[in-house]
């Protein structure tokens, strides 16, 4: 292909993928399968490759992250980012209503609502519809740039749907479900957690290394745009943004008048927790640009808006008690029992203490006055005590366990103290009840008080034993009748057959979540390919690291866990992936391409290699399992010859995946 028609072929594959990324990350509406969409990605990746001089910087093929930076430039801004004038009440906000009014000399006026996002305040530049720079808010006049980062975010656009220049600002959050998860993988990599979503946003693009930021998936929301023309209302100014490429607020709400405003932001606060995403209130503005500039700006924020902030999803009560829980690893975890205290919506008696060390840490006793918090889905916890009282006494730690008596136990350099009897009733509850929960296979009936009856009365010894239950069984206990009995039996037995990942993760096994219990689902057909699995093998998984791939193997290697697994097997549970996603013949070998192939691009081969199970790398080491040489292949090959890595031809490497 020559230059001319290559040029021509890529810009036409840019702009289709432009298109199909801001159908799926902006308008959350793909309409190609991710094959079909990586068959234009590769397409594009092998022209660029071929015609190096034809990439230019707004391709989709240039978000990978460049070189770490030492530090940061300074960026002046042109036009400082302000702050917004805060209120909590809904008296305050009638007050900033009347303001309004009386500087527009107008009886009612329209206002545009949206959230107020809780992260990292970003300012965008784009010339002729292509980004220039990117850069955080800092103090309102310096900022910092990160043009770096922001480019590796999906959700940032490095080409607008139209080519104008403008400066966008906005926020760049972290949702709730990737920050639950990135904590997750953070306590895995013995890393600290971060505090909350905001903490991580800002710090995941605060980072020198590019390559960090694109592994995190933060999402920017625009909410502001250099006026354009024609365009005469906020809401057709977020509209607009939406339209060039942007993820905005949805749905637009302007209202009329503060009464609809105040009812809007009370229901939304009930709402709040559902977001998928932070915000800590509302932010209120002028709808009509023309009055945003009568009403103008004070030093520090605009007349013509104001943000009411939610009260934080905290509370101030009494510990009146410490207890501790068995878990079912064993784990003993202190629990504050609480003078009962609404939060958010609920009434929170409990609060999580973690451990001893963080008990010591917050200087936490029984009988103190302190801060609960309750955040997303996350179990409450006690944030700080804000006072002793005189009948305030310190929580000493049991030397035995609460359930069997037995003597506890902390290792050096753990924070938990456990129960390791394994056959501790506590232990066996827990993971009986962790196995019946939603999240893992879902037995709707099967609740913890019916758990701790059948255990007691000796019914169940494991969970597998659940699926030999009978209905004369369950109307042997209290409060049970016939219907109560037959629902109960029917959630049992209609729980034989869930996905392979749910049942991984309802096998308890230390460290394996839901997100680590679907990564191995996605690598693995069936359970009993676990059993003598190799740690090091596990570890190829992208997102399982060695202490995960240890506590998997050891698992698997147990006797009793073993039996446990026939036993359900026994009682007809599924065990194996419903989809037949075919074997993965490739599973945990690596592969290196080098030189030209004849038959097939090299990002095709890494593809194949991918969907059988193995891993694509771009460098050779003694872990590489395969180099697949084609043409002219230069200094991988020497090395892997040097390193003794067995090395395919094209032809071979075919015949190996049966292509
Ligand atoms: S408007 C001149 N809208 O709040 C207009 N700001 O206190 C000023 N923020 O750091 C900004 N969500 O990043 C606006 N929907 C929203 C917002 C929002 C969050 C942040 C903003 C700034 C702070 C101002």
Redesign the pocket.
């Known amino acids: 292909m020559d230059k001319a028609t290559a040029g021509k072929k890529i810009e036409k594959l840019r702009k289709e993928i432009r298109h199909h990324d801001y159908l799926y990350y902006v308008l959350d509406k793909p309409s190609i399968s991710d094959q079909e969409y990586d068959k234009l990605f590769n397409e594009l990746n092998r022209l660029e490759k071929q015609f190096p001089e034809l990439i230019t910087s707004d391709s989709p093929t240039q978000r990978v992250g460049g070189e770490p930076l030492k530090e940061f430039k300074t960026v002046i801004h042109k036009n400082p980012?302000?702050?917004?004038d805060k209120v909590t009440s809904e008296e305050e906000l009638r007050e900033f209503d009347k303001r309004v009014r009386e500087g527009l000399n107008k009886d009612n006026v329209f206002y545009f609502v949206?959230?107020?996002?809780d992260g990292l305040?970003m300012a965008l530049n784009y010339k002729s519809g292509t980004l220039e720079k990117g850069s955080t808010?800092g103090d309102g006049v310096r900022g910092e740039d990160v043009t770096q980062n922001v480019r590796t975010l999906k959700t940032i656009p490095l080409k607008l749907n139209e080519t104008v220049d403008i400066e966008v600002r906005g926020?760049v959050i972290l949702p709730y479900e990737e920050f639950i998860k990135l904590n997750e993988e953070r306590i895995e990599n013995d890393e600290p957690k971060f505090a909350n979503p905001r903490n991580a946003a800002a710090g995941s693009i605060r980072q020198l290394d590019p390559k960090v930021t694109v592994k995190r998936p933060l999402e920017f929301y625009a909410?502001?745009g250099t006026p354009q023309k024609g365009i005469k209302t906020q809401h057709d100014l977020i509209k607009y943004l939406n339209e060039i490429g942007f993820k905005v607020y949805l749905p637009l709400m302007y209202l009329k008048g503060i009464d609809e405003v105040i009812k809007y932001v009370n229901g939304l606060e009930l709402k709040r927790e559902k977001l998928p995403y932070e915000i800590d209130g509302v932010?209120i503005k002028v709808d009509d640009l023309a009055d945003q500039e009568k009403l103008g700006f004070t030093s520090r924020a605009?007349r013509w808006?104001v943000?009411f902030k939610y009260p934080p999803m905290q509370a101030e009560t009494v510990v009146e008690d410490i207890k501790v829980q068995v878990g079912r690893t064993g784990a003993i975890t202190p629990v504050a029992y609480l003078k009962p205290v609404h939060l958010a919506g609920v009434v929170v008696k409990r609060a999580t203490l973690h451990n001893e060390d963080e008990i010591k840490r917050k200087g936490i006793e029984i009988g103190d006055q302190v801060i609960v918090q309750r955040a997303g889905e996350v179990i409450p916890e006690v944030v700080k005590v804000l006072k002793h009282t005189s009948h305030s006494k310190p929580f000493k730690m049991p030397k035995t366990c609460p359930v069997c008596g037995s003597e506890l136990y902390r290792a050096k350099g753990e924070a938990a103290t456990r129960c390791i009897n394994v056959s501790c009733p506590a232990q066996v509850m827990e993971r009986i009840r962790h196995f019946a929960t939603r999240e893992a296979m879902d037995m709707e009936h099967v609740g913890p008080a019916l758990i701790i009856q059948l255990v007691e009365a000796k019914l169940v010894g494991d969970a597998a034993d659940l699926y030999s239950l009978k209905k004369q069984d369950i109307l042997k206990l209290e409060r049970f009748a016939e219907r109560s009995a037959q629902k109960v039996i029917d959630s049992i037995q209609s729980a034989k057959d869930r996905p392979l990942d749910r049942l991984i993760y309802a096998l308890g096994i230390r460290m394996v979540g839901r997100h680590v219990a679907s990564l191995i689902a996605e690598n693995f057909s069936s359970v009993d390919d676990l059993f003598d699995i190799d740690p090091e093998k596990l570890q190829k998984i992208p997102g399982i690291g060695p202490r995960v791939a240890e506590s998997m193997a050891r698992f698997f290697s147990e006797k009793e866990n073993r039996h446990f697994i026939e036993k359900l097997r026994r009682a007809g549970v599924t065990l194996k992936s419903k989809e037949s996603k075919g074997s993965k013949p490739l599973f945990g070998k690596t592969f290196v391409f080098t030189g030209g192939l004849a038959t097939m691009t090299r990002p095709d081969g890494e593809e194949l290699v991918r969907s059988l199970g193995g891993h694509p790398s771009s460098s050779v080491s003694k872990q590489t399992d395969y180099v697949v040489a084609g043409t002219d292949p230069g200094s991988k090959y020497d090395k892997a010859k040097k390193l003794g890595v067995k090395i395919l031809t094209e032809e071979e490497f075919k015949k190996l995946v049966k292509k």
Request: no cysteine; net charge neutral.
């Open positions: 980012l302000l702050s917004l949206e959230v107020k996002f305040a808010r926020e909410y502001y932010v605009p808006a943000a």
